[in-house]
């Protein structure tokens, strides 16, 4: 387990995020408990003005005499003072009630607050109204309001215990996100590291969640694929070209070694210059192929993409060898499929890289064999299948066959330089489709298939 300062948990993103949503939270927290709040205190408002306002109608509906009798009888009965009830004369003087004084008020039947100090010296928060009766006294009805207040300092209590409790909380989930974070990165950086130095064979961790570095990784770890293919092609391409290019410098320096050596009529000079210039010649065509296909894995040619059929393009690849499979008596046919084989792509690299699977083929087969061609048209995929009965790739050679100059020991003698197959692989990518080498039994099967499209 790694160890991660503290100081560099709040420089994290994922620390960072969760601030941002526990600011969030807690608004909403806040919004809602004060929606909450307000709208009960104003309906326990309501509900104590409510009752004032009816005891306010009840009395001034009694008789003088009546209503003086009632309010001495709901005095000695309410001896806690929870609704208490007084009656002043016309200037002000008590007559009757559990509140001695008249509270200073603002205005008539207008409920209004004041702290009211019994007897016992206790203070009490009370809501009232002031009546003016009909005989010119006045009325006060009033409520003890302290269940009210103290339900309301419950409620701010738990607003702020709560508020406090998601602060930490969210505080440490943040932490808690920060720390998981760095050290998810801190991994990430490692291995980025160990490749920079050199390991090309390590990849990003990926934790199979799917997460957002989950495929930001897997699509890194692609790209580090990719690059460790085309280092191993690089590496391959060096070896093979010190191995195959080196036989035919060789016959090259030594033929103008011994020309120079040796005193030789016109005719055999000029017989000497034409091997000289054929084998200089192959090299030049062997140089002029991997730059061919360096080309055609650079992708600048994408934008030319158009819609093509493949049946189109596989009659003319099986018009244009027919001939040379004719010289051997191969037969070579073409399946066309029976819906158009349309794809988005260069007509003319898939033209070239048809032709080379023919050439290799018909190379390779026997005389008298047969070498055929199929059109792939299917709802979820389109593409080509090159099948013959020659001799065939073995399995452990179907994925060095692709590499450049690669040849087989089976087949070191027979001409061409490699790069066949390497063409067609580069044409493949380059098209997004799905290049497989397979036993035909006997032969060899090789299949391009693409997804359709739209």
């Known amino acids: ?19 941002v949503f526990l600011g969030l939270f807690g608004c909403s927290f806040l919004a809602l408990f004060g929606y909450v709040y307000w709208q009960t205190a104003v309906y326990l408002k309501t509900e104590a003005d ?16 009546l209503q003086l ?17 007084s009656l002043f004369d016309q200037q002000g003087q008590f007559l009757a009630g559990a509140i001695e004084q008249l509270p200073p008020f603002t205005a008539y039947d207008k409920p209004q607050e004041f702290r009211w100090k019994k007897a016992n010296g206790h203070h009490r928060p009370v809501r009232f109204i002031v009546h003016r009766l009909a005989d010119g006294k006045t009325l006060l009805v009033a409520q003890d309001i302290h269940d009210i207040r103290e339900f309301d300092e419950l409620l701010i209590r738990a607003l702020v215990s709560g508020g406090v409790l998601l602060l930490v ?4 989930g943040a932490v808690v996100l920060g720390y998981s974070a760095h050290r998810r990165l801190d991994k990430v950086s490692r291995s980025i590291k160990g ?20 495929r930001l990784a897997t699509v890194v770890n692609g790209m580090l694929d990719e690059l460790e293919r085309l280092m191993s092609e690089v590496k391959g ?27 030789l009529d016109e005719a055999q000079y000029a017989a000497s210059i034409d091997a000289a210039l054929n084998e200089a010649k192959s090299l ?11 080309e055609i894995e650079d992708s600048a040619r994408r934008s030319h993409f158009a819609p093509l059929d493949l049946n189109l393009i596989s009659a003319d690849a099986v018009e244009l060898y027919e001939p040379l499979a004719q010289e051997r008596d191969i037969n070579l046919t073409l399946e066309p499929a029976r819906f158009p084989a349309v794809m988005p792509g260069d007509a003319q690299l898939l033209f070239d890289a048809i032709c080379n699977l023919l050439d290799n083929a018909i ?20 593409g080509l299948c090159v099948t013959d009965n020659g001799p065939g790739i073995a399995q452990a050679e179907q994925e060095a066959v692709l590499r450049r100059l690669y040849r087989a020991e089976a087949s070191r003698h027979t001409p061409g330089n490699g790069l066949g197959l390497s063409m067609v692989s580069a044409v493949a990518r380059m098209h997004d489709m799905k290049l497989s080498i397979s036993d035909a039994a006997p032969g060899c099967r090789i299949e391009l298939t693409t997804r359709r499209t739209a």
Do not use: W
């Not at 387990?1 to 601030?19: A, D, Y």
């Not at 409510?50 to 005499?65: G, I, K, W």
């Not at 087969?365 to 059109?375: E, G, K, N, W």
């Open 363 to 382: 190379k390779f087969c026997p005389d008298h064999s047969a070498v055929r061609l199929t059109v792939i048209s299917e709802p979820n995929r389109v």
């Open 50 to 65: 409510t009752l004032l306002y009816r005891q306010v109608e009840n009395r001034s509906a009694q008789d003088p005499q």
């Open 69 to 85: 009798r009632e309010i001495r009888n709901h005095a000695a009965q309410d001896a806690d003072g929870r609704m208490p009830h």
């Open 284 to 294: 030049l065509l062997t140089f002029k192929a991997l730059l061919r296909i360096s």
């Open 237 to 263: 391409v060096c070896d093979d070209i010190a191995h195959d290019l080196r036989t035919p410098l060789t016959r090259l320096i030594a033929g103008l070694e011994r020309t120079q050596r040796r005193g």
């Open 195 to 214: 490749i920079i130095e050199g390991d090309l064979t390590g990849r990003l961790p990926v934790r199979g969640n799917n997460d957002d570095i989950d």
């Open 169 to 172: 909380v969210g505080l440490f």
């Open 1 to 19: 387990m790694s160890f991660v300062r503290l100081s560099e948990i709040p420089r994290t993103i994922s620390f960072r995020t969760g601030l």
